[in-house]
């Protein structure tokens, strides 16, 4: 998407919105643009504001967009403002703490709660596939260049697909 999904659903840039007004920003949007209305509607706005709302729609989701933005700011851009900072508005209180742009590992205290409040049995079933798929590399293609690869591949593989097994962070 070349715009940010905030901006797709009229919403402002806060990884504080609630579920409530992100779907009635998608509402208002579809009802307004989708393409069985009698006149048409606009097929680009209503693709953009779904794609949006799909990012956008859970709690988890607005953080990871938050961050994004933040991450993709031109260095002497100003950030938007975060609730809970100095240049955020007062009357404006958070609803929930923001997810921090920078932190991209789990600290090791919290894997334990976030994989037993997460699909626990998944994350378990997915890990011993790995490994039985790791063993079956190494098994079919002992002591070639691409064992070590393959193993790295599978490796990777589960731990960038771990995150849909974990329970989101806890919120500070």
Same mark, same amino acid.
Do not use: E, H, K, Q
């Given at each position: 998407m070349s715009t940010s999904p905030f901006d797709a659903l009229g919403l402002p840039?806060?990884? *504080?919105l609630t579920d409530e007004q992100v779907r009635a920003a998608w509402r *208002?949007? !579809? !009802?307004a643009t989708h393409p069985d209305r009698s006149d048409g509607g606009d097929v680009p706005r209503y693709t953009a504001a779904t794609a949006a709302y799909a990012v956008l729609r859970t709690r988890w989701g607005r953080s990871e967009a938050f961050a994004d933005l933040a991450a993709a700011a031109d260095d002497t851009a100003p950030l938007p403002a975060v609730p809970g900072s100095p240049g955020f508005p007062a009357d404006e209180a958070p609803l929930e703490a923001p997810v921090r742009p920078g932190r991209l590992l789990v600290t090791a205290w919290q894997l334990p709660a976030r994989i037993r409040h997460g699909r626990p049995l998944r994350l378990l079933i997915r890990a011993v596939v790995a490994a039985l798929l790791c063993l079956a590399v190494l098994a079919l293609i002992p002591g070639q260049p691409a064992a070590p690869a393959l193993v790295a591949a599978l490796i990777t593989w589960f731990a960038v697909t771990a995150r849909s097994d974990l329970a989101p962070p806890p919120q500070r």
């Open positions: 840039a806060r990884p *504080d *208002d949007i !579809a !009802a």
